[in-house]
Structures are given as structure tokens and as C-alpha cells.
């Protein structure tokens, strides 16, 4: 007797060193997780999963752990391994449909899916599944159009300092003179729509991207300030679920009051990663030939790079934007170069509301003097924009939606040369219709 209680003391004290080593990795793995370091987590679940192959805690942490690296297979067999024992695991069949989902494994992770609507989840849960879902059925689509239609109002107190649209730099800027009866300001009607085609051919994570974009200003008694732009751009995307890339064509036309104004030919190269779940980075780098065709002598090369960090957190959305510009013109005083940073943040609200902010400063440096003035020119330029939007409609699959809009933007730039220094205030008020 007293040899049976000997060997089951020795077994037990050897045993409770394996036992703790176990609790500690499982610990130490959950601690991880919820600091954000996905990798170090799968590691050590993964030791605690192997001594502790009963402990199905481990399993599912590991399982979303490695989810979240991106080790979308270490995912899958940590989940199934759970469904051997519970096959009846809601939440264990949802993450293991995402996980094959990530994997392109469309139609295991849709019947996965269907299997935990057929248990009647809980609404939030219902409609997360059914996006999923939806995204399967669009994937397998070889044609897919969307884009949206946005009609406004403006008030722009000084419409004579326009510099332009985007990156476009009309040449008729003027001085603000603040008088009672101020010329400048004026009401104007805001429209903007874009369509892009997809066609993505079966078994390829390459697709073909055409996109047309129109831009239009028209003001109530300013016409000469009159603003329409069409741009298309056409060429391939390759996207999978962490990276995108876009190499594209363009070809634009810009009228002021009607007359052809500016032609650009060019081509822009787009690389969107997911860094991890809640911070993701978009580079850009533009290359356009301009023809000004009321001034031969600003036709010019132009080149931009743009860095744009994008941090989200929850209802928290924070954006940041470098950009640096250059144009080489056939007239030397017309060379410059730029460089921006812009700052936004989006706050979503109750009730289908968002608010947002943002500030921008840009500086642009002439490389030659101003043969007007016999002086070099450089522009400072502050702009601060605050606003609030609410979808005021959206269909059953949220697909398509009906937002409205109210934003100001105040301008103020200073320049070296007394011309070129002006304020502006714009309000916009919108409706857009993305589908």
C-alpha cells in the first residue's frame, strides 16, 4: 500500500512542473494576445497547446492568434482540432469560415458559415456573417461595377483665389480685399461622380481596373471660375487579403469658363498594406505630362509621392498625409517644388453620424524668379476643414447608401509676392449616393 501511495506521489511531482509550465505558456500567451503581439501569442499557445492537448482555451486562442499573423493554416488546424471534440462550437465554426475565407478557400468557409446561421446568431452577429457572405458571391463575380454621385451647394467668399481642383493650379489668383460689397463671393452648384469597372478573370488575384471621374464647379455669377474636369484611367490591380497594388494610365481634361484649360497624360502607381488589424499604409507615386493650352509656356512633367499612414481604433480613425510634388515647366519661372502634410481625424457617432477634421500645411517653392516682379516666389498655405455627415439611407445589404454632408474649410495663404496672398472660406453642404 505504502509503495502504491510512493509511486503516485512520485508521479504527481512530476507531473505539476509540466502542469504549471503549461498554465504559464497559456498565460503568458493570452497576455500577448491582448497586447497585440499576434506572432509571440501563437508561439507560446502553441506550447501550451501541446502539453495541454484537452485544454481547447489554448487551442481557440492559438487559433485566433495565428489568425491575426497571418498563419491562416496554423488557424485552420487549431479550430478543427476544437470541432473534434465540440462540433457543435458556434464561435469556433465562425473563425474557422474567416480563416478559410483568408485562405481563398470560398466554399468551405461559406458553408461554415451558412452552418452557424442555421443556428439563429444573435442580430450583430447574423449581419457580420451575411457580409461575409456577400463578399464570397462578389468574389466570384467576373464584373463588378460601383462608384457614387455627389450634388452640393457652396458659398465661396472668395472665388477669385481658386488655385484650383486637387493638384490642378488655375493662374488667375487674386488678392483678398475684404469690402462690404466684396465681388468675389458667390454661390455655386457641386457635382462629382465616379464609375469603376472590375473584371477580375476566375482563379487569379489579378483584376482589370477602368475608372471614369468627372469634377465640376459652377458658380451663379463668377463663371469665368467655372471648373470641369473628366479624368479616365484604366490598368491592373493585383490584391490579396493584406496587399494591394494599382498600376494605372490616365488621361484627363480639365475647362475653365468653358474653355480647354489643362490636358494631363500620365500614370499612377497605388500600394495599400495592412501593417496589422488596426494600422495600415498607402503609398503613392505619380508621374503626368501637362499641357496648359492657354500657356504654352506651363506645359510641364509633373511628379508627385504620397505617404499615407491610416491608424483605426475603434470609432477612431486618424490619418496622415506627406506629400512632396514637383513640376518642371518649358518656363523655368514656372518650376516648383512642394511639399505637404496633412492631418484628419474621423470620429464615428451615434445615429449613423461621423465627424472629422482636418489641417494641412503645404509650402511651394518657385526655383526661378517671377519675371513680373524680378523677385523668387514661395507660398505658404494653411487650410483647416471641420465637418459631420449622416447616412441618411442605406439598403438591406448596405451595398448602396444615401449620405448627406456639411463641411467648412477656411484657406489662408501667404506668398512672397502681395498677388498671390488671399483667404477663403468655403461651406459645402451635399448629398452622395454610393452603390
Not at 499573423?69 to 474567416?98: H, N, S
Not at 463641411?407 to 452622395?432: A, G, I
Amino acid at each position: 500500500m505504502r509503495v502504491t501511495r510512493l509511486f503516485g506521489l512520485l508521479a504527481a511531482l512530476l507531473l505539476l512542473p509540466a502542469a504549471v509550465l503549461a498554465e504559464d505558456a497559456f498565460s503568458d500567451g493570452r497576455r500577448l494576445f491582448e497586447a497585440g503581439s499576434y506572432a509571440a501569442a501563437a508561439a507560446r499557445l502553441a506550447q501550451a497547446a501541446g502539453e495541454q492537448p484537452d485544454n481547447l482555451d489554448a487551442a481557440f486562442y492559438l487559433g485566433r492568434a495565428a489568425f491575426e499573423a497571418g498563419d491562416y493554416e496554423t488557424a485552420v488546424m487549431a479550430f478543427e482540432r476544437i470541432l473534434i471534440m465540440e462540433p457543435d462550437a458556434r464561435r469556433v465554426k465562425l473563425e474557422l469560415g474567416k480563416a478559410y475565407l483568408r485562405l481563398g478557400a470560398r466554399e468551405i468557409a461559406r458553408e461554415y458559415f451558412r452552418s452557424v446561421l442555421a443556428t439563429n446568431p444573435p442580430p450583430p452577429v447574423w449581419r457580420q456573417i451575411q457580409e461575409f457572405i456577400d463578399a464570397i458571391d462578389a468574389a466570384g463575380q467576373r464584373h463588378r461595377f460601383n462608384g457614387f454621385l455627389t450634388v452640393g451647394l457652396l458659398h465661396d467668399d472668395n472665388v477669385g483665389a481658386v488655385p484650383g481642383v486637387t493638384d490642378v493650379r488655375v493662374d488667375r489668383p487674386k488678392r483678398k480685399v475684404r469690402l462690404a460689397d466684396d465681388t468675389e463671393a458667390d454661390i455655386g452648384l457641386h457635382a462629382a461622380a465616379v464609375l469603376t469597372h472590375l473584371y477580375r478573370p476566375p482563379g487569379t488575384p489579378y483584376a482589370w481596373k477602368s475608372t471614369l471621374a468627372t469634377y465640376n464647379n459652377l458658380y451663379d455669377a463668377q463663371t469665368d471660375y467655372d471648373l470641369n474636369a473628366l479624368a479616365v484611367s484604366t490598368g491592373v490591380v493585383r490584391q490579396d487579403d493584406r496587399t494591394l497594388w494599382e498600376l494605372q494610365g490616365t488621361v484627363g481634361q480639365f475647362a475653365l469658363s468653358g474653355d480647354r484649360y489643362l490636358g494631363v497624360l500620365g500614370a499612377n502607381l497605388r500600394h495599400s498594406r495592412f501593417l496589422s488589424r488596426h494600422l495600415q499604409l498607402n503609398l503613392d507615386l505619380s508621374l503626368q505630362d501637362r499641357t496648359y493650352y492657354q500657356n504654352g509656356a506651363r506645359n510641364a512633367f509633373n511628379w508627385g509621392v504620397n505617404v499615407n499612414p491610416v491608424l483605426t481604433a475603434g470609432r477612431n480613425r486618424v490619418s496622415l498625409n506627406l506629400q512632396r510634388e514637383g513640376e518642371n515647366a518649358d518656363a523655368g519661372h514656372y518650376d516648383y517644388r512642394r511639399s505637404a502634410v496633412e492631418l484628419r481625424y474621423d470620429r464615428q457617432l451615434p445615429f449613423d453620424l461621423a465627424a472629422f477634421a482636418s489641417v494641412r500645411h503645404q509650402r511651394t517653392n518657385y526655383r526661378e524668379e517671377e519675371p513680373l516682379f524680378a523677385r523668387e516666389r514661395t507660398d505658404r498655405c494653411e487650410a483647416l476643414t471641420v465637418g459631420v455627415s449622416k447616412v441618411l439611407w442605406s439598403s438591406a445589404d448596405r451595398r448602396r447608401n444615401l449620405t448627406g454632408l456639411v463641411s467648412f474649410t477656411h484657406t489662408d495663404n501667404d506668398s512672397s509676392l502681395d498677388l498671390y496672398t488671399y483667404e477663403k472660406d468655403v461651406f459645402l453642404t451635399s448629398l452622395t449616393l454610393a452603390f
